[in-house]
């Protein structure tokens, strides 16, 4: 199993980098970050939360770096990112624990479907490869491909709530609030348009890659075997082509969700969402460092979690990795 | 030789080749196309579109078109820049994980694989919120620093296989150096990854400018297409009415962006024919 132990090294090994780069930043970056972190909490959270920043960005800690960052690392690991001086007296973790669900629920659902959907849409595209459809949907996907996330956002917000008011322009349910059936009605109405923002622009990616994979693996000796063979093409373009075509997706998995997570943030962020990304904004907007390092670890994590799925279905798919 | 002109045949490549070649000339020639100084808040401030000023006034009075206009420089220039930091960085540790195995390529490797795996645009805000300074290079840096794994995650593999082909073998025989090797054989047969990197590269680059701007962590004063969105996000653009301020911006980010995918596209159709029309 030496593909799976790989990828597990892989994951300490980034979360880590993900931890390191949390402590170095704040440290040793010109201008003393650290230092007016300090600077602006004066006065605004207890004297208490004051002394627990200053020890955990070392500020007016005498404490050799070393000890600082052994500390650190076991504080990130227990949990303890300590209070967010936006939402003062919130910790950080209650923060993260309100905001989270909502971003999980959106972009897993739609990374899902536009996976599904752009890898249908491209095994079709490269077998019809002369068809009006699939000429027309190769500039389209490019095109998408291309166009900012939150923009597009803004646009559906103007075009789509705020014109024609079919949808809510903003928040995640409505705030009459309602109960039961209809609180989940709500949620899944105000879902709607920044989950088809997601969607349309992750779709094309996926899209163009299972277009050229399909196309590379048409060509080869096996492909013209099954149709010297006299196998149906439903077979050949499902069995044969696309089962091999699929794979590189998997191995793509990794850059590709992060383009969605980055793409969802400014979204949610577009559309006042009240998720990962809205809090990101917050953070960034009042510099508020250790709600933002906290995300930054959180948002590696989850999509650290998410490559992980990938890569083990990515055994199941391909018997090759199973040695 | 050969592969240029099989590139400028390709129709892909051609429209490609003429939108970039239009955002050039925008940007070149800013100061003789854009009717305004961007910086000249003398106009009434939130005005509609008129002959005067044909996508409006910003709120501190600013001509909307002008700024485009001029935006285009920050913009495509970001996007070249990028893509050629990014091309290099990508091409000197994929080049030196495949051609060193052992202890390089395993360290190397795993580098590329923890910066292919951390999402991009967060660490792009966590880095730059820390900046003292947030100008162009600020921008530049960040993106680069957060986009080369990709690239060094392609090339590896292709020098991999190159390195064991025949006519390497040959010139070790000969008795070449590595640096002779790297450069005149393997290098040359790269030549079409190397090229769709920098092309993808450069799309990244334009989008996480625009990403990065647009949420306020660049230099609001400067005049890109990113901040002339932020200032439309900013001021209301949508519901004052003024659509073309936001309309516009974007859709230049996402013309341009489409203009080396398709070259990039067109590329890779020369260097895997297999791609290429039966």
Redesign the interface.
């Given at each position: 199993m030496k593909y799976i132990l790989r990828k597990i090294?892989?994951f300490i090994?980034?979360l880590w980098?993900?931890m390191t780069?949390?402590f170095i930043?704040?440290r040793m970056?010109?201008?003393n970050?650290a230092e007016a972190l300090i600077a602006r909490a004066h006065g605004r959270v207890s004297a208490q939360a004051l002394h627990s920043l200053e020890v955990a960005f070392g500020v007016n800690v005498h404490q050799n770096i070393f000890v600082q960052y052994i500390e650190y690392l076991e504080r990130t690991i227990t949990g303890n990112f300590g209070v967010s001086i936006t939402y003062y007296p919130s910790t950080v973790m209650y923060e993260i624990e309100i905001h989270m669900p909502w971003t999980l629920a959106l972009i897993g659902i739609t990374t899902v479907l536009a996976f599904v959907f752009g890898t249908i849409l491209g095994i079709s595209t490269a077998w019809k490869?002369e068809s009006l459809a699939s000429t027309f949907s190769l500039p389209v996907s490019?095109?998408f491909?291309?166009?900012?996330?939150?923009?597009?956002a803004?646009?559906f917000?103007?075009l789509l709530a705020?014109i024609l008011g079919w949808f809510p322009i903003s928040g995640a349910f409505s705030a009459t609030g309602p109960q039961g059936i209809a609180l989940i009605g709500s949620i899944l109405y105000h879902a709607i348009l920044p989950a088809s923002t997601i969607f349309v622009t992750a779709l094309g990616g996926w899209v163009l890659t299972m277009r050229?994979n399909m196309?590379?693996v048409?060509?080869e000796d096996f492909v013209s075997f099954a149709y010297a063979g006299g196998l149906p093409d439903n077979v050949i373009e499902y069995n044969y082509v696309a089962r091999n075509a699929i794979l590189p997706n998997f191995t793509g998995f990794?850059?590709a969700?992060?383009?969605v997570?980055?793409?969802a943030?400014?979204v949610e962020?577009?559309f006042s969402y009240p998720g990962i990304g809205y809090l990101?904004?917050q953070s960034?907007?009042n510099?508020d460092?250790p709600l933002?390092?906290a995300?930054?670890f959180f948002?590696?994590m989850t999509?650290?979690i998410a490559?992980f799925i990938a890569d083990m279905t990515y055994v199941f798919v391909d018997p090759r990795v199973r040695v | 030789m050969n592969y240029l002109k099989l590139f400028f045949k390709d129709k892909k490549a051609a429209v490609g080749t003429i939108m970039l070649l239009f955002f050039a000339v925008l940007a070149i020639f800013a100061p003789y196309i854009a009717p305004y100084s961007p910086t000249y808040m003398g106009f009434t401030p939130m005005e509609g579109s008129s002959w005067r000023h044909i996508l409006g006034t910003t709120a501190n009075g600013q001509d909307v078109f002008s700024q485009i206009i001029w935006g285009t420089r920050i913009s495509l220039a970001v996007g070249l820049i990028v893509g050629l930091l990014t091309t290099v960085i990508s091409v000197v540790i994929g080049f030196l994980a495949g051609y060193f195995p052992g202890a390089i390529d395993e360290t190397l490797n795993l580098l590329t694989n923890v910066f292919l795996i951390i999402p991009g645009l967060p660490l792009m805000i966590v880095l730059a919120a820390y900046m003292p300074s947030r100008g162009m290079w600020t921008i530049i840096f960040v993106i680069t620093v957060t986009g080369w794994a990709w690239g060094a995650r392609v090339l590896r593999p292709q020098v991999m296989s190159l390195k064991n082909r025949e006519f390497v073998n040959a010139s070790v025989v000969v008795g070449e150096s590595s640096f002779h090797i790297i450069f005149y054989d393997i290098l040359p047969n790269t030549a079409g990854l190397i090229a769709a990197n920098f092309f993808g590269s450069a799309i990244y680059g334009v989008l996480s400018e625009a990403g990065l701007e647009f949420i306020g962590l660049g230099n609001a004063n400067a005049i890109s297409w990113g901040t002339v969105l932020y200032w439309a996000q900013n001021d209301q653009a949508l519901f004052f009415g003024l659509w073309g301020w936001l309309l516009v911006p974007g859709l230049l980010i996402a013309l341009l962006g489409t203009s080396f995918a398709l070259m990039n596209f067109a590329v890779d159709e020369i260097t895997n024919p297999r791609l290429r029309k039966r």
């Open positions: 090294l892989i090994v980034t980098v993900a780069i949390n930043l704040p970056m010109p201008g970050p490869r490019i095109f491909n291309s166009v900012p996330y939150f923009w597009l803004l646009l917000q103007y705020f050229n196309i590379s048409l060509s990794a850059m969700i992060g383009f997570v980055s793409g943030l400014l962020m577009v990101l904004y960034v907007v510099l460092y933002m390092q995300l930054f948002i590696t999509v650290l490559n | -």
